[in-house]
């Protein structure tokens, strides 16, 4: 798989429901397998510490529904604050899942017809990496969702943005600057969590947010924030 097709296919879609099942929030994250273990993996203020979250998998097109696998409440790590004084929540969350679980990206028209099905990847420790600034990195999100209340459904746009070049470590952040003027937060909202994947192939942080003035797309500090996992399965 090239590096255009790990951004386009790697990011899970995660929909929360209210209190009667329609869609009230949009994010995204990606699979990590970790010793023997699988996880789902975004940034924290996606989730926070809610539970009505779950996980896109596919449109079943034998009873036109989609699939999900609902969550529980997401987990979540804290460390001290600079001056020692304080305890911040980490921009970080993971839910485990079970070994084999799968999903897919499944592209479909509004007349329902499936135009592209492809299971999505799951990386491992191998695939996660340090950012550089010689190597380009990219990530993709579903945006932008429009309920269809008589249908009970939703869509979405697929945004899929390449192109960012790494720039500084800041406050525990990741910072990539843009290659053209930022357009604006309602163009990527739904991307927070996606994998930030280099032209290596590398996974070196989850988007987290943006800064329209300073043109920039900063992310979690990856490598650290899986270490806690080891914690978790022990």
Not at 184 to 189: N, P, T
Request: charged share 25%; proline share 4%.
């Amino acid at each position: 798989m090239n590096w255009h097709e790990l951004i386009k296919y790697s990011t899970v879609q995660l929909i929360k429901l209210d209190d009667n099942g329609m869609l009230c929030g949009i994010g995204s994250g990606c699979l990590l397998d970790f010793k023997k273990h699988r996880f789902l993996i975004t940034v924290f203020h996606v989730p926070e510490k809610s539970a009505k979250w779950c996980a896109r998998i596919k449109f079943n097109e034998k009873v036109q529904e989609t699939e999900v696998l609902f969550l529980n409440e997401f987990s979540f790590i804290a460390d001290f604050s600079e001056d020692k004084k304080t305890i911040k929540d980490v921009e970080f969350s993971f839910h485990p899942v079970r070994s084999d679980f799968t999903c897919y990206f499944h592209n479909r028209n509004w007349e329902g017809k499936t135009l592209e099905y492809k299971e999505r990847p799951v990386f491992t420790l191998e695939d996660i990496g340090d950012p550089n600034r010689e190597t380009y990195y990219g990530f993709s999100g579903d945006i932008q969702p429009t309920i269809i209340p008589d249908l009970n459904a939703f869509e979405t746009k697929l945004h899929i943005y390449h192109g960012l070049k790494y720039d500084r470590f800041e406050n525990d952040l990741h910072y990539f600057k843009m290659p053209e003027n930022h357009p604006g937060h309602d163009c990527f909202k739904g991307c927070s969590g996606a994998p930030i994947i280099g032209e290596d192939g590398k996974v070196v942080s989850l988007v987290s947010g943006g800064c329209i003035k300073n043109n920039e797309i900063y992310g979690c500090n990856l490598q650290k924030s899986i270490r806690t996992l080891y914690c978790f399965i022990e």
